[in-house]
T-cell receptor, first 113, second 112 residues
Framework: NAGVTQTPKFQVLKTGQSMTLQCAQD?????MYWYRQDPGMGLRLSYYSASEGTTDKGEVPNGYNVSRLNKREFSLRLESAAPSQTSVYFCASSARTALRGYTFGSGTRLTVV | QQQVKQSPQSLIVQKGGISIINCAYENTAFDYFPWYQQFPGKGPALLIA?????SEKKEGRFTISFNKSAKQFSLHIMDSQPGDSATYFCAASPGSARQLTFGSGTQLTVLP
């Protein structure tokens, strides 16, 4: 099915461990995004990529790095996980404009202990 | 700094009632205002969106009302159904080609 695929769906990390969240879309969208969702705070943007080869910081970039590997794939890396990074992470993509909306993946629930 | 403020945080409505969720924004450069619906365990999905050149947009039971002078917009769900129970997010962006800023979300429960 067409859409945004995120892996893994669940992950538990120990403080200081590293991991990469993977995201791939098959809709030929130009733009991709990483949001984190925390209770009472809505969705906050960590990083986005307006097009292949470009990445920019969002509202909450600290502690994360991203790679736009190609047009389809956009990964989010935690180099040294902290308990404050416990959250649900959503990857999304959109065409050049967002008029048709973002397409979100089903999320990665990350717990850092 | 929260650029899009959403209220209420939670809302309980009887089946057949009207659900109203409000949002206010600060950035006058915002000119695209979508609403997203999220079911448990799923990612958000676009529900309806409005541009500031109109004051109201209706799609089925869902209506967005927009007040540019007050910098406020709201979602009205008419004849609310238990299947509408979900979390609703308002959002805004300075142009449809720019990234969205989301509100904090409203958890809607429609009682049967």
């Amino acid at each position: 099915n067409a859409g945004v695929t995120q892996t893994p769906k669940f992950q538990v990390l120990k403080t200081g461990q590293s991991m990469t969240l993977q995201c791939a879309q098959d809709m030929n969208h130009n733009s991709m995004y990483w949001y984190r969702q925390d209770p009472g705070m809505g969705l906050r943007l960590s990083y986005y990529s307006a097009s292949e080869g470009t990445t920019d910081k969002g509202e909450v970039p600290n502690g994360y790095n991203v790679s736009r590997l190609n047009k389809r794939e956009f990964s989010l890396r935690l180099e040294s996980a902290a308990p404050s990074q416990t959250s649900v992470y959503f990857c999304a993509s959109s065409a050049r404009t967002a008029l048709r909306g973002y397409t979100f993946g089903s999320g990665t629930r990350l717990t850092v202990v | 700094q929260q650029q899009v403020k959403q209220s209420p945080q939670s809302l309980i409505v009887q089946k057949g009632g009207i659900s109203i969720i409000n949002c206010a924004y600060e950035n006058t450069a915002f000119d695209y205002f979508p609403w997203y619906q999220q079911f448990p365990g799923k990612g958000p999905a676009l529900l309806i969106a409005i541009r500031p050149d109109v004051s109201e947009k209706k799609e089925g039971r869902f209506t967005i009302s927009f007040n540019k002078s007050a910098k406020q917009f709201s979602l009205h769900i008419m004849d609310s159904q238990p299947g509408d129970s979900a979390t609703y997010f308002c959002a805004a962006s300075p142009g449809s080609a720019r990234q969205l800023t989301f509100g904090s979300g409203t958890q809607l429960t429609v009682l049967p």
